[in-house]
């Protein structure tokens, strides 16, 4: 499937025996896997460049699976995580879906089970990745218009018309006219409807 073909999933757990098992579910399913016997171990190489998922155990030496949630949520990487332990109760599944999990997964789990909360990560990380891209682009458009651009740009945005602004900016209607062509051609847009939407898809 196209959205696994650069990804890679990311196996935490104490576990050799379960690292394995979900390594080679996601090798079956011709994902590249990585395993990790602790939360620190995979940290000291973390790289939220790399797309993909993680799946973590939440029972082991040190920080849990859940901790994980927190220390990425604080290093700002927005990589999706699964969740998975033999120990579930509702607090601990609280706590993880708060946290951001993708989903909370108990053992034993069916590979089928494993596999689309896989799949939906990945996915997820991919339209994530490129919803992330789409708005640096915008942004990098938008940082080419000079500051009396930007002015005419957001008073067109307000839904002002050309000589509202000539007006409050106090210049020409063909000042104004030449700005907003410069604005129109520099973000690519051809309308106020989708300057607008470009505006919005640089604040997302």
Do not use: Y
């Not at 379960?18 to 000291?44: I, K, P, Q, W, Y």
């Not at 509202?164 to 051809?190: M, P, Q, Y």
């Amino acid at each position: 499937m196209s959205t696994t073909q650069s990804s890679t999933v990311f196996v935490i757990d104490d576990d050799e025996a379960a690292r394995l098992s979900v390594c080679a579910l996601a090798t079956s399913m011709h994902v590249s896997a990585e395993a990790f016997a602790s939360v620190g171990e995979f940290l000291a190489q973390f790289d939220p460049n790399r797309p993909g998922c993680i799946v973590a155990d939440v029972r082991m030496p040190g920080a849990s699976g859940v901790d994980l949630l927190q220390m990425l949520g604080e290093r700002g990487a927005r990589m999706p995580v699964i969740i998975v332990t033999a120990f579930a109760d509702t607090p601990l599944t609280v706590r993880a879906m708060k946290g951001g999990a993708v989903t909370f997964l108990e053992k034993p789990c069916s590979e089928h089970e494993l596999w689309d909360a896989i799949r939906e990560a990945l996915a997820r990380d991919s339209a994530d990745r490129a919803a992330r891209e789409n708005r640096r682009q915008i942004q990098e458009r938008l940082a080419k218009l000079t500051a009396d651009e930007r002015q005419v740009l957001d008073m067109l945005v307000e839904g002002k018309p050309n000589k509202l602004i000539a007006k409050e900016l106090d210049v020409s209607l063909r000042t104004v006219e030449s700005r907003r062509h410069n604005v129109f051609l520099k973000t690519g847009t051809s309308t106020v409807a989708e300057l607008v939407r470009f505006v919005i898809q640089a604040q997302d």
